[in-house]
């Protein structure tokens, strides 16, 4: 058993079984045991089939877990098991956590509706990989975010590794993206001013770093917007890596981001 001031944990190699639903990892039922008492643990990191409900739960209460990395996307017996421990015993507060780093899609967001899942007034940092293409799911996801917590200080959100490059390399599918009746149904996907309104109640943002499948349309009322609700922004990428050509362009008009020349902190743009 290690020491009492381990501060660090990594348990990222997967298990390989044939009932993918189940998990089947019989080591999973003696890591929440393993954890309880580490009250010095700062960093954890885990691949999803080793976050179960129970260990999410039990790390929720270690008072000094201040990053939390999941990788992959988390199974739904996972967050299922993890909301109703929360509210018998507000098991998953985890009171110091500052960054979190996770893999969320429409099904999954829910979780952090619930107040009494990370209630840390230090949590800073957020980075989401989004697996979806749909705005309006994104948008419910930055409404939670913003009302949750609004003393967000960095924010990303960027596709999973791979989920929209095929479109790029398949003919097929790119000839199906150029077609009319297809790009209206893109058009629903843009980031508009409607889409990114929530976050400009994250008055303290430095960073947000938003990598889109689809354009970003924006007109100069909510860039001006932008400028005055993030005074101490620093960077800013809204959807700098295209995966889909369109036709129409541009979106975002040059004379309209001179506004951003007004913060005096900003240090990239994309």
Not at 126 to 140: C, E, M, P, Q, T
Not at 170 to 191: C, E, G, N, T, V
């Amino acid at each position: 058993m290690p020491g009492k001031k381990l501060k660090e944990i990594r348990f990222t190699s997967r298990v390989v079984t044939d009932t993918r639903d189940q998990m089947g990892l019989d080591c999973v039922d003696d890591i929440q045991s393993f954890l309880v008492g580490f009250n010095q643990l700062r960093r954890v990191i885990l691949d999803r089939h080793f976050a179960t409900g129970e260990v999410i739960t039990v790390l929720g209460t270690l008072e000094r877990v201040e990053y939390l990395e999941i990788i992959g996307t988390l199974y739904e017996q996972t967050l299922e098991t993890c909301m109703t421990e929360a509210r018998k015993a507000r098991l998953a507060a985890f009171p110091a956590l500052q960054e979190l780093s996770i893999t969320l899609n429409s099904r999954n967001m829910p979780f952090f509706e619930d107040p009494q899942n990370i209630t840390s007034k230090m949590f800073s940092t957020f980075k989401v990989i989004y697996n979806g293409n749909s705005a309006s799911h994104l948008r419910d996801l930055f409404t939670i975010i913003a009302s949750r917590w609004p003393q967000l200080r960095s924010l990303h959100i960027n596709p999973a590794i791979g989920f929209y490059q095929f479109i790029e390399k398949d003919a097929k599918m790119m000839d199906l993206y150029q077609k009319p009746d297809r790009i209206s149904r893109i058009a629903r996907s843009f980031i508009t001013e409607e889409i990114i309104k929530p976050l400009l109640d994250l008055t303290l943002l430095e960073e947000l770093v938003i990598e889109w499948p689809y354009p970003a349309r924006f007109g100069g009322r909510v860039l001006t917007d932008m400028v005055t609700s993030w005074p101490n922004l620093r960077c800013l990428y809204l959807t700098p890596i295209p995966f889909v050509i369109l036709p129409e362009r541009p979106f975002i008009h040059f004379e309209d981001l001179t506004v951003f020349g007004r913060l005096k902190s900003l240090e990239k743009l994309a």
